[in-house]
């Protein structure tokens, strides 16, 4: 069982930066992948972006360009660097880990709000 908590929500203002946290209460192997995800009032959860145990990366063509996914194996983190933020990216961001077995862990989850 692994346990994750995010951290770094919050409010701010269109056109401004938020850094999201994700860790891990174990050691992650290398080759599970890490991964961000939200879901906005009514919709349902989309990938954000996610990452290898080598760093590779995939993103949502909404955030790309904007969002910045990385990955500290040694520690146990996957954090989300988010800027040029805007109204559309309001929603519950979600932590994940999917090992190649299919076993699939969720963090409860971090409120980011866009708004002037």
């Known amino acids: 069982q692994v346990q994750l908590v995010e951290s770094g929500g919050g409010l701010v203002q269109p056109g401004g930066s938020l850094r999201l946290s994700c860790a891990a209460s174990?050691?992650?192997?290398?080759?599970?992948?890490m991964g961000w995800y939200r879901q906005a009032p009514g919709k349902q959860r989309e990938l954000v972006a996610d990452?290898?145990?080598?760093?590779?990366?995939n993103y949502a063509d909404s955030v790309k360009g904007r969002f910045t996914i990385s990955r500290d194996n040694a520690k146990n983190t996957v954090a989300l660097q988010m800027n040029s933020l805007k109204p559309e990216d309001t929603a519950v961001y979600y932590c994940?880990?999917?090992?190649?077995?299919?076993?699939?862990?969720w963090g409860q989850g971090t409120q980011v709000t866009v708004s002037s």
């Open positions: 174990k050691s992650i192997r290398r080759d599970a992948v």
């Open positions: 990452i290898t145990g080598g760093r590779n990366t």
């Open positions: 994940r880990i999917t090992y190649p077995s299919g076993y699939t862990y």
